[in-house]
């Protein structure tokens, strides 16, 4: 079974790194997680 994060997802992401940049942080990965599966956005190259 494949997990595929949502929209919602992917800009919940895109807006905590915005928010992150403006106190000089990075966010490293974003997790997605169901079962015993699981989406790393670091591991395909998204954050």
Same mark, same amino acid.
């Given at each position: 079974m494949e997990l595929e994060p949502s929209n919602a997802n992917r800009n #919940?992401?895109?807006e905590l790194n915005q !928010? !992150? &940049? #403006?106190? &000089? #942080?990075? =966010?490293?990965?974003?997790? =997605?997680?169901r079962k015993s599966i699981y989406v790393s956005f670091a591991e395909r190259g998204w954050i």
């Open positions: #919940m992401t895109r !928010a !992150a &940049e #403006m106190f &000089e #942080m990075k =966010v490293l990965n974003h997790f =997605v997680i």
